[in-house]
């Protein structure tokens, strides 16, 4: 059980992930943050956030995307496979990766 982080902790704790599934074109183009749910605006690095606080948003090659509430209570593993999860369902949806399966070659 993990219950709080801080954002500049959740982004190196998905990183990787990012770099397992996207393509070095796609990498290229990617950016992603980490919003307040309440109002959107986007949180600095040392801001702490606890379980649904904060929200995911990233763009690649132009399509924006991201992943809801943050579960942070389910422990490192199940937060990454949350995100993964969302960003497959975005990979197959998008232009650069119609109906493409893609999955990390090793999530932590």
Known sequence: MIGSMHVRDVKRLLEPMFESMLSLRELRSFTFRLERVADGVELPDDTNIETNDAWLR?????????????????????????????????????????GELRGPRNLL
């Open 58 to 98: 990233w763009q690649i090659l132009g399509e924006e995307g991201g992943s809801g509430s943050l579960p942070l209570d389910d422990g490192a593993d199940a937060l990454v496979r949350f995100v993964q999860s969302d960003l497959q369902d975005f990979i197959a949806e998008s232009q650069f990766g119609w």
